[in-house]
């Protein structure tokens, strides 16, 4: 166990549709951090939010909305849901005092999406 | 432009052998981090080892070492005695900047494959 905790782990539903991913981040990091993976490719990075605020974005589409909640959980929106949206979707989390060789970056087990 | 590019899709080495992953950036702040995650077939992102853009010596940690030569800007990942289980897509990433706290850009990773 990673101390990031994704759910739900696998989804699947139609075009059209709209679902939710959600992240608890490793306890005591800030920093939640959204990524894309679709099949055979590297990690796209989507959004990165810090202590509740949105810090930095990516490759993020419009259809595509995230939050961070007080408690540091953050949820990942995903609307008008197209076949090409299938993707494993990570999310990890850092803390930016933390000693270099665990400058983690630690990842969920990600959610599985499939668009159907 | 790509800031971090993998240049070997694919990737063959017979077991107990050693293998080079190469993994070239790109950028222009002084102060950076080099990251390895291997995601096996499961799914899930394991971190390997970390590189300081200010470290003097290469990373090593168990089989995995990295062989840093920051004049041409590579990061190249060493697997020594190459095992069965080390059969895995293997992503280079890169922080850009001090904090760990900024997104991790990834490469298009490498699939290795060890024959036994």
């Known amino acids: 166990d990673s101390g990031v905790t994704q759910t739900p782990k696998h989804l699947i539903t139609a075009t059209g549709q709209r679902v939710t991913l959600r992240c608890s981040p490793r306890s005591g990091d800030l920093s939640v951090y959204w990524y894309q993976q679709s099949l055979d490719q590297g990690l796209q990075f989507l959004i990165q939010?810090?202590?509740?605020?949105?810090?930095a974005k990516g490759n993020i589409l419009e259809r595509f909305s995230a939050q961070q909640f007080p408690d540091l959980h953050s949820e990942l929106n995903l609307s008008s849901l197209e076949l090409g949206d299938s993707a494993l979707y990570f999310c990890?989390?850092?803390?930016?005092?933390?000693?270099?060789?665990?400058?983690?970056?630690?990842f969920g087990s990600g959610t599985r999406l499939t668009v159907v | 432009a790509q800031k971090i590019t993998q240049t070997q899709p694919g990737m063959f080495v017979q077991e107990k052998e050693a293998v080079t992953l190469d993994c070239t950036y790109d950028t222009s702040d002084p102060s950076y981090g080099l990251f390895w995650y291997k995601q096996p077939s499961s799914g899930e992102m394991i971190f390997l080892i970390y590189?300081?853009?200010?470290?003097?010596q290469n990373a090593t940690e168990g089989r995995y070492s990295l062989n840093f030569q920051k004049a041409r800007k590579s990061a190249n990942l060493v697997i020594s005695a190459s095992q069965l289980g080390d059969s895995a897509m293997y992503f280079c990433a890169m922080r850009e900047g001090r904090s760990g706290n900024t997104p991790l850009v990834f490469g298009k990773g490498t699939r290795l494959s060890v024959i036994a």
């Open positions: 939010y810090y202590n509740g605020e949105e810090r």
């Open positions: 990890a989390s850092s803390l930016a005092q933390r000693s270099p060789e665990l400058y983690g970056y630690t």
């Open positions: 590189q300081g853009s200010y470290d003097q």
